[in-house]
C-alpha cells in the first residue's frame, strides 16, 4: 500500500493528473525489477543443483570404504585367493571412482553450460 501511494504520488503532476510518461517509465522499471529477481533466483537454483550433484562424492567414497572392506575380510578367509581378489578390488575401485566422476562432471555442466533466460 505504501510503495502504490509512493509511486501514485511520483506519477501525479502538479494539477492533480497522471503524467503518462511517468506511467510508462514505472511500469519499464516494475518488469526489469522482476525481470532481475527471476534471473537471480533461477541462478540460485543453478548453485543448489550443482552443489547438490557433488553429493555423489560422498556416496563414492563410501562405495570404495565397501570394497577395501569386503577384499580384506576375504584376503583374511582365504589368504590363498589374495592375488585374485586384489584384481577384483582394483576392479570395484575403478568402478566406484568412475562413478564418481560424473558429481564434478554434471556440477560443471549445471554451472557454466546451462545458461540462464
Known amino acids: 500500500m505504501l510503495c502504490m501511494n509512493i509511486s501514485m504520488s511520483k506519477i501525479k ?18 518488469e526489469k525489477r522482476e525481470e532481475n529477481s527471476q534471473v537471480e533466483m533461477l541462478e540460485g537454483a543453478k548453485s543448489m543443483g550443482a552443489g547438490a550433484a557433488t553429493i555423489a562424492s560422498a556416496g563414492a567414497a563410501i ?10 575380510h576375504s584376503v583374511a578367509r582365504n589368504p590363498s585367493l589374495a592375488k ?4 577384483y ?24 553450460v546451462f545458461q540462464v533466460l
Open 13 to 30: 503532476g502538479t494539477r492533480g493528473r497522471i503524467d503518462e510518461a511517468s506511467v510508462l517509465e514505472e511500469k519499464i522499471v516494475m
Open 63 to 72: 562405495g570404495i570404504g565397501n570394497v577395501l572392506s569386503s577384499s580384506i
Open 84 to 87: 585374485q581378489l586384489f584384481g
Open 89 to 112: 578390488a582394483i576392479l570395484g575401485f575403478a568402478l566406484t571412482e568412475a562413478i564418481a566422476s560424473f558429481a564434478p562432471m554434471m556440477a560443471f555442466l549445471i554451472s557454466f
